[in-house]
C-alpha cells in the first residue's frame, strides 16, 4: 500500500520537528510548511491524505487556510487535523463549522496526535449521506431508526423522535466532535426555531435514558460533543 502523505502546517521549527518525526517513524509520508500561505499552496501541488493545520500562523491563518481548502471540491475531502493552543475553543468551533474534522490542543504528547491522525484517517471524510437509517448495534444499545426502538442493555426505551435522531446521529460518527451548532442544523434541521442550548437538553435527556451507557456521549468543553470511539 502506498504511504499516506501528511501535511504539517506550522510554523514553529521545535514543534514541527516533533510532529515529523513522530509521523514519519508510524510511517507516513510527511510535507510540512511554515506559514498559511505556502500550505495552501501545498495542499493543491500535492494533495495530501491529512493536514495538521497549525491555526495560529504567519499571514494566513489557519482557520483562512481551512475555509479555502473546503470551499474548493479538489481539496475540500482532504482531511484536516487543527492544532489550537489552550483556550481558542471559539477557533476550534469554527474550523469544525468550516468542515475541519479534528483537533489537538498544546501542549500535546506526541502519541495523543499520532492517535488522532489515525482515527481521523481511518473514519474517511465526512459524508452528509452518512447519516441514514441504518441500524446501529453495541455492546448494551441498539439504535433501529427504521422501527423507532432504542434498547438498553436489551430493555426497550423510549425515546422522542429528535432525542432517537440525534443520538443515531452521534453513533453513526464515533470519535467526530459536533458543535452544537452542526447537532441543531443537522439532526433538528435549519428551519427550527431552537437556540444551541436546547442540544443540551436534549443530550440531557439521552444520558439519562441511556443509564449505565451515559458515557457513551462525550461532553467537550467549549466545543460540543462527541460520540465515544470504541475502535
Ligand atoms: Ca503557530
Redesign the pocket.
Known sequence: MERQKILVV???PDILDVIRYNLEREGFRVLSSRDGKEGLDTVRKELPDLVVL?L??PGMDGLEVCRRMKSDPVTSPIRVAMVTAKGEESDVVVGLELGADDYVTKPFSPKELVARVRAVLRRGPFKEAEATSSRISLPGLVIDPDRFEVTVDDEPVSFTATELRLLHFLASHPGRVFTRSQLLSRVIGEHAVVLERNIDVHIRAIRSKLGSHNDLIQTVRGVGYRFRDGS
Do not use: A, I, P
Request: net charge negative; hydrophobic share 35%.
Open positions: 506550522e510554523d514553529e497549525d495560529m500562523l
